[in-house]
């Protein structure tokens, strides 16, 4: 049998007793510190959580491209929402056309602007050069088109007279890029339209063979219509990127005047179909429409840039375009 010793148990008892005292003192410091070390996790959360709304902010990237304008390009870095810049300009405004996004312009403030910007956008915005000062835009009429504001001369003019190249034109419209839309005064010939397809007809290959100089391609509608549309030359889909072609139905009945008077001379072409066989021309002053093999007038139509114009756009003294 296992002898009992007092003073060995003794002992036993005092070290159990002061590791026990240990651990309530260890326990008393480890309190406060779980209390700093949630306060710690908290105001991290908190940071977090913080950090996290500020990147729930979206941003987006604007670009403007400014042609003739006081300014060259425009970058800003903007909050989703609503978006406003005021141009420093004092050209008369010619179009706004973005390839990305959509943004609007005020005139009267020559304000750029989006009630809420979503998404990167990239617009380009024209104003109409010192050449198209000379010309009176005031006075003219203005329509939407694919590039922004067209001014157009009504068919009674008779201050749209332009020579060009030694070829006397007549002024159809100011597109909304700031370039000018050319008719020539006189016919080129007759000649029958073809097929009722501009694409397949006979008309590339008789416009084509007249164009000998440079000028810019630009949109011309080349859509078949059964019906004449409203009041814009706005057509994102039914047209084709040329140097030289025909002037589009829109185009007639805006600048018909009403009365049958036009500078666009008459039995004249237009570039558009009709049904199976006919096309849209302008007959005895009127918009109507023939069979394709009909011999008409053909009026090539172009597009330049002006940067040098002299004259008073009269028959007797045209506006002259400098190179």
């Excluded at 609007?104 to 956008?121: G, H, P, V």
């Amino acid at each position: 049998m296992k002898k009992f010793n007092p003073d060995k148990e003794l002992g036993r008892i005092q070290n159990r007793n002061d590791m026990f005292s240990s651990n309530k003192q260890a326990k008393r410091l480890f309190a406060p510190l779980l209390v700093i070390a949630c306060c710690g996790i908290s105001m991290i959360a908190i940071a977090f959580s913080a950090n996290l709304s500020t990147g729930s902010i979206k941003t987006h990237t604007v670009k403007i491209d400014i042609i003739n304008g006081m300014q060259d390009t425009i970058i800003n870095t903007i909050k989703e929402g609503p978006y406003k810049e005021v141009i420093q300009t004092d050209a008369t405004f010619g179009g706004l056309n973005c390839t990305k996004g959509e943004l609007y312009y005020e005139e009267e403030t020559n304000t750029i602007y989006s009630e809420n910007l979503n998404t990167d956008t990239y617009c380009i915005l024209t104003f109409l050069d010192d050449g198209t000062k000379k010309v009176a835009t005031n006075e003219l009429y203005r329509v939407a088109d694919n590039f922004g504001t067209s001014y157009y001369f009504k068919g009674d003019s008779e201050n749209n007279y332009v020579l060009y190249k030694g070829i006397l034109f007549r002024i159809v419209r100011i597109n909304g890029d700031g370039t000018y839309r050319l008719i020539t005064d006189q016919s080129i010939g007759e000649y029958s339209f073809g097929a009722n397809d501009y694409q397949v007809s006979n008309i590339p290959e008789i416009l084509n063979s007249w164009l000998t100089f440079e000028t810019i391609e630009r949109d011309y509608d080349i859509a078949n219509y059964e019906l004449l549309s409203n009041e814009t030359l706005i057509n994102l889909m039914g047209y084709q990127t040329l140097s030289v072609g025909l002037l589009s139905i829109n185009e007639a009945k805006l600048i018909n005047d009403g009365a049958g008077n036009s500078y666009l001379g008459n039995n004249v072409y237009l570039a558009n179909g009709f049904g199976e066989n006919r096309v849209w021309a302008i007959e005895d002053g009127e918009i109507t429409t023939v069979e394709g093999e009909t011999f008409l007038n053909i009026h090539p139509v172009i597009n330049v840039q002006i940067k040098n114009i002299n004259g008073q756009g009269t028959q007797t003294n045209p506006y002259v375009i400098e190179d």
